[in-house]
């Protein structure tokens, strides 16, 4: 069964400061990783040996306010161990009490990509690569056992299928008669740069747009970041005459012409079987129908829950079967 996870950033708050800081009984929000790389005999798990509590577990660490929870797993990964990571399926958050406190860490299956090298210190004094056995025997606390029988029970290594929301545009009818046209606004620039680092955190993907420039200007930078095209598809696009983002109650998926459905549903079945990594950027209108497609071809109903926000994303993950884990993101939230 897909884990589900939901994610998003907060506002009003001061970057760089703990998450925790303030009512002494706020949960502390944390993110971690099962990080992974091939062994001789099968997947190797990368464990941390803490001084101050004497204890072996996966690294984690605390989320920063004003920090988007991607932000944080790859942050800590890399400032406990080192590593460069590239995100997996989400595994089943650990929830108990720090130091009388509650506590809540998000965790993702995180495969190895390379290492920029180790620094013991005080907090992390030892990074050690064992196998998914011994590590059962390694960890000193039972939930984080519970999270390495997790990530055996399925494929270590899936490939993700991100379904965007362009983020925010001008207002219709500002790029004159040409709506595909339309540009980002000030809003909508800012959170393309911040979607380039938070799509990196998939690694590089294939990367399909609708032909509106809102759409190819919100994949612009993760593109350009990881060197690749940004490959524009009419069976993407919401043509011009039709109600592209207006939050009408009459507007609907209905408008979308049944060959370009068609066409997209063609498209997403191919990504899927194929296990492509991709991320592909549409228009509200048309998101359902390619979400639609995309569960259709895993095998599975789709999951419920409110349209995207501009500048939200689904992750699905597979790895050439059923659905393994569905996760989303809102860094607007």
């Not at 406990?80 to 506590?103: C, D, F, N, W």
């Not at 991100?162 to 980002?184: F, Y």
Request: hydrophobic share 40%; charged share 25%; glycine share 12%.
């Amino acid at each position: 069964m897909a884990h589900l996870a939901t994610g998003g950033c907060g506002r009003g708050t001061r970057r760089g400061m703990p998450e925790q800081a303030g009512s002494p009984g706020k949960t502390i929000q944390a993110a971690g990783a099962v990080v992974w790389r091939p062994g001789p005999d099968g997947p190797e798990v990368a464990l941390v040996h803490r001084p101050r509590y004497d204890d072996w577990s996966f690294p984690k660490g605390k989320r920063h306010r004003d920090e988007h929870v991607l932000t944080t797993v790859t942050r800590e990964v890399a400032e406990e161990t080192g590593l460069r990571i590239v995100l997996g399926r989400p595994l089943s958050p650990s929830r108990y009490l720090a130091e009388g406190r509650p506590k809540h860490v998000r965790y993702w299956a995180a495969r190895s990509t390379g290492s920029a090298g180790f620094t013991p210190g005080p907090e992390v004094d030892r990074l050690v690569w064992v196998s998914a056995d011994e590590a059962a025997d390694v960890l000193t606390y039972p939930r984080d056992v519970v999270l390495l029988k997790e990530l055996a029970a399925a494929p270590v290594r899936t490939a993700p299928l991100i379904l965007l929301r362009h983020a925010a545009a001008g207002r219709k009818g500002s790029a004159g008669a040409d709506d595909l046209a339309r540009p980002l606004d000030a809003r909508g620039s800012a959170d393309a740069g911040r979607l380039a680092g938070l799509l990196a955190s998939y690694g590089p993907c294939r990367v399909l747009s609708s032909a509106a420039e809102r759409c190819v200007a919100t994949v612009r930078p993760y593109a350009e970041a990881i060197g690749v095209p940004v490959e524009t598809e009419r069976a993407l696009t919401v043509g011009a005459d039709q109600s592209l983002d207006g939050e009408s109650p009459g507007s609907s998926t209905n408008s979308i012409p049944p060959v370009a459905a068609a066409q997209a549903g063609v498209l997403i079945a191919e990504l899927v079987r194929s296990e492509t990594p991709a991320v592909i950027c549409a228009h509200r209108e048309n998101l359902p129908a390619l979400a639609g497609a995309a569960f259709s071809a895993f095998g599975v109903l789709g999951l419920d829950g409110a349209p995207l926000r501009k500048g939200a994303f689904w992750v699905l993950h597979a790895a050439g079967g059923p659905l393994l884990g569905a996760e989303r993101h809102d860094c607007r939230k």
